[in-house]
């Protein structure tokens, strides 16, 4: 399996993760439960947008980017465009993972005070299931090439059902993780502050905010199924793939924070993401055929996403449209509920 992750380069991308671990959840934990503003969350974003360039600046020059030898160089520009794709597009995917995220803390009532640990918690089990997955799918591509072609195939199809789905409300009392865990936890009827257990009447119980939590982690891992091969499109490139999609992930907290209150404003930004998916799948199943290069997939992507936001302003959602029409357990309203 052909990748540029040298020692050296594995260690420098496990310091940045360490030391990102330990600012989001260790130093920025203890500020305690508090409403996290948007002028917060937009320095955050930046930072972390900041620290992902910063990483893929070491990785550039260490590949000899700024060597004399033309070899090296093509190379490290080849591969720091890979990992810019790759971290866009899997940054723009997870604008889907924000506008479900916000679905379920309203469906659970969910203060805003206790949303960010909620995030925090799922966001970090997020990262440990999509690193195996990543793992897997590059011991797949490597052992079997023509399982690109399914992955392609697969993101087609998931760009036809994002485009259906858009603009239409998703049912949450339909999922079918949520009916699963009713049926096998007892669920406290109040929250209990941050607690993910309490006792009612002496009976130990889940609160809504330990459902919470694993619904947002099994919803991204849901996503990753989306999103993961989408970046084996770009680059299947172990190094490029795990790194891209961590970095991705890791400024996802500040993001929904960032997003949250601006969904309606970007109403078309599913049938932007979905038209995405669907190059990304074209440009996978055409790997052997005709190769695009890594910077028209970057400018490609990177149109695609700025137009539908631009159109999101200028056109006005359709009367009853719903903005998070692409979360993906979609099912016909049960206006019954699940007990």
């Given at each position: 399996m052909h990748t540029i992750g040298t020692p050296l380069l594995w260690g420098t991308f496990a310091a940045f993760f360490v030391v990102a671990l330990?600012?989001?959840?260790?130093?920025?934990?203890?500020?305690?439960?508090?409403?996290?503003?948007?002028?917060?969350?937009?320095?955050?974003?930046?930072?972390?947008?900041?620290?992902?360039?910063?990483?893929?600046?070491?990785?550039?020059?260490?590949?000899?980017?700024?060597?004399?030898?033309?070899?090296a160089q093509a190379l490290a520009n080849t591969k720091a465009l890979e990992f810019i794709t790759g971290y866009l597009v899997e940054k723009a995917l997870a604008v889907d993972n924000i506008f479900v995220?916000?679905?379920i803390f309203t469906y659970f009532a969910?203060?805003?005070?206790?949303?960010?640990?909620?995030?925090?918690?799922?966001?970090?089990?997020?990262?440990?299931?999509?690193a195996g997955m990543i793992l897997i799918g590059a011991w797949l591509v490597a052992q079997f090439h023509w399982i690109l072609y399914i992955f392609g195939a697969f993101l087609i199809y998931t760009g036809f059902r994002m485009w259906r789905a858009s603009g239409e409300e998703p049912d949450l009392e339909a999922n079918p993780a949520l009916k699963w865990i009713r049926r096998r936890f007892r669920i406290a009827p109040d929250?209990?502050?941050?607690?993910?257990?309490?006792?009612?009447?002496?009976?130990?119980?889940?609160?809504?905010?330990?459902i919470v939590v694993g619904l947002i982690g099994i919803i991204d891992v849901v996503f990753a199924v989306d999103s993961i091969p989408a970046i084996f499109a770009i680059t299947t490139d172990p190094f490029i793939v795990l790194t891209s999609n961590i970095f991705a992930i890791l400024g996802l907290r500040a993001m929904y924070f960032l997003l949250a209150g601006m969904q309606e404003r970007f109403h078309l930004l599913p049938y932007g993401l979905a038209l995405v998916l669907g190059f990304i799948g074209t440009k996978m199943l055409l790997i052997d055929v005709c190769k695009i290069p890594i910077i028209w997939?970057?400018?490609?992507?990177?149109?695609?996403?700025?137009?539908?936001?631009?159109?999101?302003?200028?056109?006005?959602?359709?009367?009853?449209?719903?903005?998070?029409?692409?979360?993906?357990?979609?099912?016909?309203?049960?206006?019954?509920?699940?007990?």
């Open positions: 330990f600012v989001d959840f260790i130093v920025l934990n203890r500020q305690g439960a508090h409403r996290v503003s948007m002028k917060e969350a937009a320095l955050w974003s930046v930072i972390w947008v900041l620290t992902s360039f910063l990483f893929v600046g070491i990785m550039w020059w260490e590949l000899g980017g700024t060597a004399s030898d033309p070899v995220f916000l679905m969910v203060s805003p005070e206790y949303q960010k640990r909620v995030l925090m918690i799922g966001i970090l089990l997020a990262l440990v299931l999509r929250y209990d502050g941050e607690h993910f257990l309490t006792r009612v009447n002496g009976v130990k119980m889940a609160t809504p905010l330990l997939s970057l400018g490609v992507t990177f149109a695609i996403l700025v137009l539908t936001m631009i159109l999101s302003l200028i056109i006005k959602p359709k009367e009853g449209a719903h903005p998070h029409g692409a979360f993906p357990f979609d099912g016909k309203r049960d206006n019954k509920g699940e007990e």
